[in-house]
Structure formats: C-alpha cells, structure tokens
C-alpha cells in the first residue's frame, strides 16, 4: 500500500534549478533512510544523496555544493535541491525510503517510478 510518487523534474538548461519532492503514502509507522538516485540512459544507477531521518547528509561527490537533499518527517517527505545544474546531471530520478508500515515487523525498501530530468542547451 505504500507508495512513493516524485515531482518537479523537468527540462532546464545548464546552471538552473530544480526541486524534486518525493512523498510516500500509506499507513506509515515511520521513514528511516530516505535518498535520491538517478540512472542515465546506458550508465548504472548511482547514488545521489541520502539523509537520515535524523538529518544526517551525504552526497555523491560530483553534486556536493550544488544538491541539497532534506526531509520533512511530518509530511513523509524527500526534497532534492539542485542548484547549478549540468547536463551530465541529466536522468530520471528515483527516490528511496525505508519505510515501516504500521503491520510490518520491519522497514522495507521503496522506491518510486522516477522523474526525469534533463538539463540542455
């Protein structure tokens, strides 16, 4: 029953912005992890940006200084940030969670259908 549906991608040329929001839905007891990936079309899915649900942040290299990745618990809610965008920044974006379901013994992985986002001149 839970479901996790991503918004705000888009077209932008390089150096704009966009904010991704990733919200889960369901009897949701709580999010643990939650974090953003992202696969280009014929390269492997990386790592974007994870937080904690205490707000601890890590990064893949190439995005630090330029995504910013937050939550808001209340909401059950994921935001990427991302500022300075680059072409190679182009992909669909795929956020995770773990999430805990009030009839779950414990957290499961979901991920959502993704958003694309391309970034071109």
């Known amino acids: 029953q839970v479901q996790l549906v991503e918004s705000g991608g888009g077209l932008v040329q390089p150096g704009g912005s966009l904010r991704l929001s990733c919200a889960a839905s369901g009897s949701i007891f709580i999010i643990y992890n939650m974090g953003w990936y992202r696969q280009a079309p014929g390269k492997q899915r990386e790592l974007v940006a994870t937080?904690?649900?205490?707000?601890?942040?890590d990064y893949v290299a190439s995005v630090k200084g330029r995504f910013t990745i937050s939550r808001d618990n209340a909401k059950n809610t994921v935001y990427l940030q991302m500022n300075s965008l680059k072409t190679e920044d182009t992909a669909v974006y795929y956020c995770s969670a773990g999430v805990r379901l009030y009839t779950d013994y414990k957290p499961n992985d979901t991920w959502g259908q993704g958003t694309q986002v391309t970034v071109s001149s």
């Open positions: 937080i904690t649900r205490g707000g601890t942040t």
